[in-house]
């Protein structure tokens, strides 16, 4: 399967050792696949499969703390693991370069984007300054950065995340290397611009003839950009394969597990009684922050503005937007986390918005929220039990009774009841999300909002979250507030969708609708942008190719 | 839910973190270990001072003024019978026994160190707490703060004792006070940094009411970081105690302390090195104790830490 004869990096049977006391013996366990000239292979894992340390290995980047204790690491026929450090940096750069998941920290700060490209080529050529300076030009030229000119006297801060990326990318190519190792280069990067990332490299990639090792834990990106795909689980390649193949028909349980649990852009359909009460409306919420200065006010930035909605008993409506677009700051006025500068907020037809702190002790019963990380929203301090308990006894009841309610919460957010008196750091991401939905579900809230509640967790354990949300959504008649990036996830869990741009809603309507007639540009932009959507990948039995 | 049923297994639990007891870690460090070792002893010699061969501090007695240490004094008892003292640090200008002084003077020192450490991180973490939590009062707080900060601790401890009489009192407070702002900057550092975590806004969100809040899950984030603070504050009012008694502002000369020790013997020092040579050792190895005892419990307990101090 593998054109041997002209892979740039072939990896056989590579082994390394975890240090003594990690939770398994080997960070990656005789992993062997390979990367041909031209050609795009991706590296599919969840978090903690082993797959950045494979292109640390490959890079001789390897953590200290890890060793390869056996296997080969081929680029061009040369085994990198033997190779020495000065060979090493010979190589770098000039044979195979990497791209990380966030340009910020891998670019540094106080150097111009062009004098950081401009180190490359000093160091590893010999041309001269006014040569070098043409090759970068051309280079940031070739990545499509705007006024090249500029960008190669801004540092990065200045820049767009997206434009960062294209530097480091720049940075990466410019020695024109055999082999590029990009490890999450999009994961951070809004869905419209990650979109744009793929494009550009696949497009230098076929234009310098690169084999690109792209590793990726999202499906959407490998259906987007890979030639080939190899499945890691636990440090093990499971399964090998070309795209097309391992896409619609996986012969690897594990890897069918993961397909399976990539969420459809297929809305689902559900019908809600458009009569049920409505559980919360906000009218003409918005939310300034003003840039105060000493001297003069700085200008207002309206972080949401004008956002009227309204989400009914049992109904789940969904918020999406990229990052900055104000929907985490709508639920946190809604969530009375911040004061929204203006408009309504009602709740079974009261304003809570202008409520002080002190008359919000009533109101915080009835809306409660669930945070995006969960390694952070649970005090590490504290038993999950006590935190369960928390809220039910700041409202007056007993412990006792609290904790039996909370063992009987642990049941249906299927963890075990035993196991309250343990502390979260014995719990893993997607269990520790559980807690906090039990958490919220402890004080019978009528509105249960989500604020990117599935976004870091692995996409088979999002699955089940989703699920579990959904669930009990219905099983306790709750209404739901869902706020997501991901177009993917909100087709599964929301009944209505509101689609937020700058701080104010462009389009709302029922998922269907505006999945299937999406009328604002903005919103078509950014199904046009959501990777793999024209891949139906495996799901519910649907098997095919788009 | 059938996913969810399939994939039971893979959120699966994660293994405990390897977390060694804290206990255990700080018994590997050396630091602590040899820090807390020196203050046990110093602290065992402080409380046992009358039982370790020692005469009244404050007895004066001229016949036997400036001698050598090791000199050795022969005392007729009230039944008349003949009995040796021997001084073994010498003895001052007025006859006392330096040895007596010295052992009696940790008693002070120790005293000043540990109740300015307490009462100083007591007073700074309410401060810090309401300077961190209640946003309109933390301007006005801090500016305070650096107010007293901009005074150097001695000029401003030097004052505090000059308005009020002396005495032991006296010079706990004049040192507290300037190292109050110390403690508040790093509460409130703490504070403003642990009230954007999602937990806390979890809390407030299930109606969680500001004190216990407060008490629950900011106040326990404060304590591994005041706990170091506190050993540099210790170290630090020790050195500054011993700076107000030998410029003879601190604790009356009646009590021995190791800074009055030191300023009695200045006058005849290339004579008599003796009588600062002691107190100073003691002195400098009570505070390279407590520093180290604190360094080792800052990379133990706050390893973020060590990179700020």
């Not at chain 1, 000093?122 to 500029?150: C, G, K, N, Q």
């Amino acid at each position: 399967m593998s054109g041997s004869a002209a892979a740039v990096l072939e990896v056989r049977g590579l082994t390394i050792a975890l240090p003594s006391g990690a939770d398994r013996a080997l960070a990656v366990d005789r992993a062997g696949f390979s990367v041909n000239a031209s050609e795009i292979v991706c590296l599919v894992g969840e978090s903690g499969s082993g797959k950045s340390v494979i292109a640390q290995a490959t890079m001789g980047l390897l953590p200290a703390a890890l060793r390869a204790a056996g296997g080969e690491v081929l680029l061009d026929g040369e085994d990198v693991l033997a190779a020495s450090e000065a060979r090493l940096r010979e190589l770098r750069c000039t044979r195979m370069s990497m791209i990380f998941q966030e340009p910020m920290t891998a670019l540094n700060p106080v150097m111009t984007c062009g004098d950081q490209i401009d180190e490359v080529l000093a160091t590893h050529t010999a041309l001269s300054a006014a040569h070098r300076r043409l090759r970068v030009l051309e280079i940031v030229r070739d990545v499509r950065l705007p006024e090249p000119e500029r960008m190669i006297a801004s540092y990065p801060h200045q820049l767009s995340g997206g434009q960062r990326q294209r530097i480091m990318i720049a940075m990466a190519l410019v020695l024109n290397p055999r082999l590029l190792i990009a490890d999450e280069p999009t994961t951070a990067l809004d869905v419209t611009t990650q979109a744009q990332i793929l494009e550009l490299i696949r497009e230098l990639q076929r234009k310098h003839d690169t084999g690109v090792l792209f590793i990726t834990h999202d499906f959407g990106v490998v259906a987007e950009i890979a030639d080939r795909v190899a499945v890691l689980r636990q440090g093990e390649v499971v399964e090998f394969a070309p795209a097309r193949e391992l896409l619609s028909h996986p012969r690897h349980d594990y890897t069918r597990m993961l397909i399976a649990a990539v969420p459809s852009l297929e809305p689902r359909q559900r019908e809600i009684a458009s009569d049920a009460p409505i559980v919360l409306s906000t009218e003409q919420l918005t939310k300034t922050y003003r840039r105060s200065g000493w001297l003069r006010r700085g200008p207002d930035v309206a972080a949401a503005a004008s956002v009227s909605l309204e989400v009914r008993r049992g109904e789940t409506l969904g918020i999406v937007g990229e990052s900055g677009s104000g929907k985490s700051t709508v639920a946190r006025c809604i969530a009375r986390l911040i004061e929204p500068s203006a408009g309504r907020i009602m709740l079974d037809g009261e304003d809570v918005a202008p409520l002080a702190a002190g008359a919000l002790h009533r109101f915080r019963r009835r809306v409660q929220i669930v945070f995006q990380d969960p390694y952070r929203s649970l005090n590490p301090r504290r038993t999950v039990g006590d935190s369960i308990v928390e809220g039910p006894m700041n409202y007056g009841i007993g412990r006792d009774a609290a904790l039996a309610n909370a063992r009987r919460l642990m049941d249906l957010v299927r963890l075990d009841p035993k196991s309250l008196d343990r502390y979260p750091h014995q719990f893993s991401g997607g269990q520790r999300q559980r807690v906090c939905i039990a958490r919220a579900l402890a004080i019978e809230p009528e509105l249960l909002i989500a604020d990117e509640a599935v976004s870091a967790l692995d996409v088979s354990v999002q699955a089940q979250v989703l699920a579990l949300l959904d669930e009990i959504r219905t099983e306790l008649n709750l209404a739901m507030l869902f706020i997501t990036h991901d177009l993917r996830v909100a087709a599964q869990v929301c009944d209505r969708v509101a689609v937020m741009q700058q701080g104010r809603i462009v389009e709302q309507g029922p998922v269907r609708e505006l999945f299937e007639h999406p009328q604002h540009e903005y919103t078509r932009a950014l199904f046009a942008a959501a990777p793999g959507r024209n891949w139906v990948f495996a799901n519910d039995g649907r098997t095919r190719a788009g | 839910m059938s996913i969810a049923a399939d994939l039971s297994d893979i959120d699966r639990a994660a293994p405990p973190a390897p977390q060694t007891h804290v206990g255990r870690r700080l018994l590997r460090n050396p630091g602590v270990v040899a820090g807390a070792a020196i203050l046990a002893l110093m602290f065992s010699i402080a409380l046992a001072a009358p039982w370790l061969g020692t005469v009244d501090p404050a007895a004066i007695n001229p016949a036997v003024r400036n001698k050598l240490p090791g000199y050795e004094e022969t005392l007729r008892n009230a039944d008349g019978r003949e009995s040796t003292l021997v001084h073994h640090m010498g003895t001052d200008t007025l006859g006392r026994d330096v040895y007596s002084r010295v052992v009696y003077g940790a008693r002070a020192s120790l005293l000043v160190g540990a109740s300015v450490a307490l009462i100083s991180v007591a007073i700074g973490l309410v401060i810090g707490l309401i300077a961190g939590y209640i946003r309109w009062l933390d301007g006005i707080v801090m500016r305070v703060m650096d107010g007293l900060m901009a005074i150097p601790a001695i000029l401003l401890a030097i004052a505090v004792v000059s308005l009020s009489s002396t005495g032991l009192l006296a010079v706990i407070v004049a040192i507290v006070i300037p190292e109050i702002p110390r403690v508040v900057r790093l509460v409130r550092s703490v504070v403003l940094s642990v009230r954007e975590e999602p937990y806390v806004e979890a809390a407030i969100s299930v109606g969680t009411p500001t004190l216990p809040l407060i008490i629950r899950h900011i106040l326990p984030n404060t304590v591994p970081p005041l706990i170091v603070q506190a050993t540099y504050i210790a170290a630090s009012a020790i050195l500054i105690e011993a700076i107000l008694s030998f410029l003879g502002v601190g604790i009356p000369p009646q009590t021995p302390t190791w800074g009055n020790i030191m300023a009695e013997g200045r006058a005849l020092f290339r004579i008599l090195p003796h009588n600062i040579l002691y107190p100073g050792i003691l002195l400098a190895l009570t505070v390279l104790a407590v520093n180290m005892l604190g360094d080792g419990l800052r990379d133990t307990l706050d390893p973020r830490m060590s990179k700020r101090l």
